[in-house]
């Protein structure tokens, strides 16, 4: 099957395919360029950005958004300036509007958004020239988002990402429907997305399959589905240019399908992880006390969660495994290896 190009709003990539922009820092300024230069949509993640471990830092979401700008300008210059450059920005962030609005002074080409309903998204845009690409997991949860763009902003999407039950990183479904991920499959979910894109006059509306991708043929699966592209993460972890260190990347290349579980996050929604020592501990109820200097999400109460994640996340990043939370996919059993990631967009020539 030949693979089409993907048309969003004013932009077009070579190759169907949306990088997912993981925190805390996978997706970095590197990885973003590389996937542009490549062929796909390249994004940035805006979790964890600057150095927050410095509780000196007294204007937290001032450092995170100049970071955040920094990052920006880098995967400018390494993809010359190409328009396929976005970010992702979870809805759960303390500085959700601080983090799009300098996206926006940025001029990034599109913005992604989820882990909650980004039902204030083109509040904070205004009238830039910006693809939003809102994250749902149901027919019902998209229909409420273009409900209400349509009645405060009067906006519609640009595109729509679909994130079925065996994806990675945080979850918008009951642990009830994880156990039973027949009930909200993504053929599923996509009669209900496109449902609500034809009541809404966009039946052209890109719409994109996220979960378990991990080559040519199962992107080809989607297409076959009715999809027109999909956002991989998992498998893109390990990249080369992905940002988290070399150790860290190794646990993901040493685990296999099995060791995979699922937690509550302190994001307020399930997560499924890696299972390691601090799994374990959290799985058990056990807490690690930990201060919090920023509140860096809105739905995480420090003197609660058993855990702090953007701790767990930065000691991934940093290679400290023992104390790393491993956020993936159901596809590690795919997951073998370093590569550069052109070697994967090679795959997807003709
Ligand atoms: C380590 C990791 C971090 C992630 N971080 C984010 C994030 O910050 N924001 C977000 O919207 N999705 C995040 N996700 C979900 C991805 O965007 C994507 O939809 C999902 O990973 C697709 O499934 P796959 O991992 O099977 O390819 C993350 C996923 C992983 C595995």
Redesign the pocket.
Known sequence: MKLHPLKIRNLTAQYPVIQ????VR?GSAELAAAVVNAGGFGTI?T?GLGDVNNTDITNYFAHCSEALAGLIRQAREASAGKKLLGI?V?VALANYKEIVQTAVAEKVDFI?S??GLPLQLPEFVGDADIALIP?ISSGRAFELVVKTWIRKYNRLPDAV?V?GPR????LGFTMEQIEHPETCSLDKLLVEVKEVSLKYGMPDLPTLA????ACRADIENFLRMGYDGV?????F?TAKEAGIADASKQVFINATNDDITIIKSPVGLPVRVIKTKLVQKVLSGERTPFTCPYRCLRSCNPAQSLFCIARALMATWSGDVDNGLF?????LDSVKKIYPIQEFFDTLKD
């Open positions: 997912s922009g993981m925190g996978i993640s979790v992702n979870m992604i989820g882990a994250v990402i994130e994806c990675g990183g945080h996220a979960g378990e991708v956002q991989i993460g998992t498998y972890i956020m993936c996919g159901c596809n």
